[in-house]
């Protein structure tokens, strides 16, 4: 049966909705829009007598959608690949959540670290440098806490404690020598006496 009525096009609120629903993946093949843009596919088509309500509505790459054309798919079949791509869809935006929130732990803890090594060089050392400062994040995933604490320690008895004012020379010498100290780690494998 075909359809006399001319066809409207679809509302961007009501192709947003199916796509929502959906789950953002096409019905027929699983792929996101990260692989390929997504339309509204009528299961249905218009040609056949479908409509354009949401139970004839699927998300649709724009391959299957186009390969489809005019074709009636059984919603057998749909409802069968529609609930195992929205279940993998699903599980993926869950790892991607559980991801994103293990980074942001693992950065409030590197957080942590780095304020507690700018207060330990500050107490022994004097004020840091914000070169320094900016080279914590990169000290911490290459180096123990205790190598990096012990390293500062050294620098601080070698060069004396500075003066509670920032002084430019004076956090340079400090900023290179720890740099030294930490280089002759990295080669020798101590910290050894200086």
Not at 38 to 65: F, Q, R, S, Y
Not at 102 to 108: G, N, R
Not at 165 to 171: G, L, S
Request: aromatic share 8%.
């Amino acid at each position: 049966m075909k359809s006399t009525t001319p066809r409207k096009p679809l509302s961007k609120r009501k192709r947003f909705e199916i796509l929502k629903r959906d789950g953002f993946v096409c019905k027929y093949c699983g792929r996101s829009p990260a692989a390929v843009p997504l339309t509204v596919d009528h299961v249905i088509p218009i040609a056949g007598g479908g409509t354009d309500t949401p139970d004839n509505l699927v998300a649709a790459c724009e391959d299957c959608n186009a390969g489809k054309s005019a074709v009636h798919l059984g919603n057998r079949k749909y409802e069968a690949v529609g609930k195992e791509a929205i279940e993998k869809q699903k599980e993926h935006a869950e790892q991607i959540a559980a991801f994103l929130d293990a980074q942001k732990d693992i950065e409030a803890q590197r957080g942590k670290v780095r304020d507690g090594l700018l207060g330990y060089w500050e107490f022994v050392v004097g004020p840091m440098s914000q070169s320094m400062y900016n080279m914590l994040d990169s000290l911490i995933r290459q180096y123990s806490i205790d190598v990096i604490n012990e390293a500062i320690y050294i620098t601080a008895k070698k060069l004396g404690k500075a003066r509670a004012k920032f002084d430019p020379e004076t956090a340079l010498k400090q900023t290179k020598y720890f740099y030294g100290v930490m280089r002759n780690y990295r080669e020798r494998g101590d910290l050894g006496l200086w």
